[in-house]
Nanobody
Framework: QVQLVESGGGLVQPGGSLRLSCAAS????????LGWYRQAPGKQRELVAA???????NYPDSVKGRFTITRDNAKNTVYLEMNSVKPEDTAVYYC?????????WGQGTQITVSS
């Protein structure tokens, strides 16, 4: 079945940087809209970045200018570069692949921003 596997999570200090990766398998990767979502304790899951098959990107104001999403269709991988992280970025981060009625999620990776 389709698999999305995130990596790169962990503990980072405020103001630091981190890069998440999400490798997909058994999926026609290039046609999917790819996204990174996060869910903090007691909060709803929210979109933090998305990239279309054509490479257009979308970010909420909370991360705009700090986070960058990119994709490598040759490697079936989507990345999230996180810079100038803040304590409020602490959450479980999930990778998502979406195409029409198809929707796949990774298992999530914890990001903790703390000194």
């Amino acid at each position: 079945q389709v698999q999305l596997v995130e990596s790169g999570g962990g503990l980072v200090q405020p103001g630091g940087s981190l890069r998440l990766s999400c490798a997909a398998s058994r999926i026609f990767f290039s046609i999917y809209v790819l996204g990174w979502y996060r869910q903090a304790p007691g909060k709803q899951r929210e979109l933090v970045a998305a990239i279309t098959s054509g490479g257009s990107t979308n970010y909420p104001d909370s991360v705009k200018g700090r986070f960058t999403i990119t994709r490598d269709n040759a490697k079936n991988t989507v990345y999230l570069e996180m810079n100038s992280v803040k304590p409020e970025d602490t959450a479980v981060y999930y990778c998502n692949a979406h195409y029409q009625s198809l929707d796949f999620w990774g298992q999530g990776t914890q990001i903790t921003v703390s000194s």
